[in-house]
């Protein structure tokens, strides 16, 4: 038996909803995007503002804080992962793992093909494991240290690893927001699966193109390549480069494809590192442990030569300690979210603007802006499906679009747009592992912005290509109709 309303919360008005947002949206972007101040701060002032206003109207302080709790229980997986690939880097750098996988890159990757490779191989590695995360978080990393080495583009090589790694992140059966997306909308996964290559494919398609094109501008005299060949003799100084160094890697992609709990995934594939690194490279137990904790630095290796500064600042990362703050950072975004919910604005916005929808193409971009919007508010997918769903689901049915609709504008505006801005969780996840501001690599982020325009230009014509991209519930009856 469902609860009765609570008859003290009144629903605020049309007017008064757009207070809280005018302020909230100068908060983040002219403190963040504009005065660089820090964006813990501003989400949780931006929160306060957003409670202020539930308060006014008749929400408790308990609610708003009851709110939150359940948000951060539902997020406590994502936090323990985000500290598992913290953990993983730290391990993989002690054990040779990431060097490996850089030196490969340096002997094997021509200059010229750098950017477009970095999308490619990105995107298999996250459409095996299903995390966009793990993707970034091992071989993104590695990829910008080849990048690094060879004095290109940080802020392409790590656009075109952002796109990969979301691209397989939206088309993975493994992957936990293309699950809940598909739920909430009421899809079936893998339909909802093929109806999104409909956007993804051109997505790639002007990646690969993009990524092709900015590396012929990458020549043999612009690219370091006197500096290649002394960091391929550094690394083969500091660690013994064995083929078994790719054990870690391997158990991670092993266990993703027969689905194993990804935090069990990441702890056996970091325990591996551990001992290969013991047994390959000699290292000391104690710094073992330590890399995994505080993270790896080059004072580990046994073999005490020196090392450059260059080198140095592409080995000594990760540890549980670096995503600390990313781990504060959530704790911000939950408080945000729930007085967001909590207030009623969004609902309030929303159902006024669904009213005034009068075309398929209309509906769907609302849907994009919305989800959009939406999750640069709370930064929770799974919250953000749910709540676009709530909103928009009656208006999908009533114009006779099939769930997958709704769940594939989900994917493209909310999955792949939220890593862009760096007050969201994703965000500040890739910023951190990959050392490249979110502004920075936003342009070149090809196939995350790309999906959502490909997304409102099909709904759009669909009058001209009579339905192509968008599925009804019953065909029969949309031309009986016409």
Known sequence: MANPPDESVRRPGVAAACVP???????LVGGIGILKYPAELMLVFAGVVFALFALWHGVSWEQVLTNMGEKLKSA????????????????WMIAGTIPLMVYYGLELIDPAYLYVLS??????????TGTSW??????????????????????????????????GDKLSPLSDTTNMS???A??????????????????SVLAVVVFLVAGTSITTSSADLGGVEEVIAELHGLFTLNPLLLIPPLVVLAGSVTRKPPLVVLFSSSMSALLLALLVQGADPGDLFASAVSGFTTDMLPRGEEVSEVLAGLLNRGGLYSMYNSAFFVFCAFFFASALEKSGVLRVLLEGLIRRLRSTGGLVLTTLVSGFAIINGTSNALVTFFLVKDVYGDAFRARNLHPVNLSRSMEDSVTITEVLMPWTVSGVFFATTLGVANFEF??????????????ALIAFLVPLTRGFGVRRIEPERERSAA
């Open 76 to 91: 406590l997986p994502a936090v323990l992962i985000l500290l598992s690939i913290g953990m993983l880097i730290g391990t």
């Open 186 to 203: 009421g899809a079936n996964l893998y339909e909802h699966i093929r109806h999104m290559l409909y956007t993804a494919l051109p997505s």
């Open 134 to 167: 793990g993707a970034g978080g091992t071989i993104g990393v590695a990829l910008l240290g080849v990048a690094q080495t060879m004095d290109v583009s940080l802020a392409v090589t790590a656009g075109a690893v952002v796109s990969g790694a979301y691209f």
């Open 21 to 27: 947002v005018v302020i909230t949206v100068a908060v």
């Open 442 to 455: 936003l342009p070149w982020a090809v196939f995350n912005w790309s999906g959502f325009l490909f997304s």
């Open 119 to 128: 999308f490619v191989v990105t995107a298999i590695v996250a459409t095996f």
């Open 182 to 184: 598909s739920l909430a």
